[in-house]
């Protein structure tokens, strides 16, 4: 079964500073995709980065970049310069390349301090 | 990228009634997802409902507790039967774009709260 842990409920940075938050994830499959994803309290879920498992090169979005470790299955995503904005859950999601299956992380809580 | 809405936003309901979620994609889509995110815990996959036929429920969900419709590519229902007070959560509509890595785009949730 595929499993994807998110080991820092939460997490804070100060404004301006970089804070990495980690995942990993357990899957026997050799072909998926993984997601960074934001929730605003707002609760609307938005992407945030995507990364192809066959893709060695780390996918960049912005402020945003993920260090993808695929041997050993950890997807980190690192926020640059951050910003009042970035305050959210961040969940890490793993998916399928047919789409029919998409488990997420338990989500990191994000402070960024003024 | 899809754009999701779900109708209602929020709602308050009675211990043994049943609310119906709706929710509506401006493109059409071929899978659309119904999640549950319970407060401060992360997004719990219900089933998955393709048009024109059954909804395909996770482990732990029941079509008699949570009937799905798909009528067609940009539209579903999700109905929370028989309600108590465990399932006060937020539901989120998702869907799936196949053009675009097959991540999902989420709808904005509703909010439920039963008494």
């Known amino acids: 079964a595929q499993t994807v842990t998110q080991s820092q409920p939460e997490m804070s940075v100060q404004e301006a500073e970089t804070v990495t938050l980690s995942c990993t994830y357990d899957t026997s499959e050799s072909d998926y995709y993984l997601f960074w994803y934001k929730q605003p309290p707002s609760r609307q879920m938005i992407l945030v980065i995507r990364?192809?498992?066959?893709?060695?090169q780390n996918a960049t979005e912005n402020r945003f970049s993920v260090n993808f470790q695929k041997a050993a299955k950890s997807f980190s995503l690192k926020i640059s310069d951050s910003q009042l904005g970035d305050a959210a859950m961040y969940f890490c999601?793993?998916?399928?390349?047919?789409?029919?299956?998409?488990?997420f992380g338990t989500g990191t809580s994000l402070t960024v301090i003024p | 990228s899809a754009v999701i809405s779900q109708k209602p936003s929020r709602d308050i309901c009675q211990r043994g009634t049943s609310l119906t979620i709706q929710c509506q994609v401006d493109?059409?889509?071929?899978?659309m997802f119904w999640y549950r995110q319970q407060p401060g815990q992360s997004l719990t996959l219900i089933a998955t409902a393709n048009q024109g036929s059954e909804a395909t429920y996770e482990s732990g969900f029941v079509i008699d507790k949570f009937p799905i419709s798909r009528p067609n590519l940009t539209f579903s229902t999700l109905t929370v039967s028989n309600m108590s007070p465990e399932d006060s959560s937020i539901y989120l509509c998702?869907?799936?774009?196949?053009?675009?890595?097959?991540?999902?785009?989420f709808g904005p949730g509703t909010r439920l709260t039963v008494l």
């Open positions: 999601a793993w998916g399928t390349n047919t789409g029919n299956q998409f488990y």
């Open positions: 998702s869907v799936e774009d196949r053009g675009s890595y097959n991540e999902q785009f």
């Open positions: 990364q192809e498992a066959y893709k060695q």
């Open positions: 493109s059409q889509v071929t899978m």
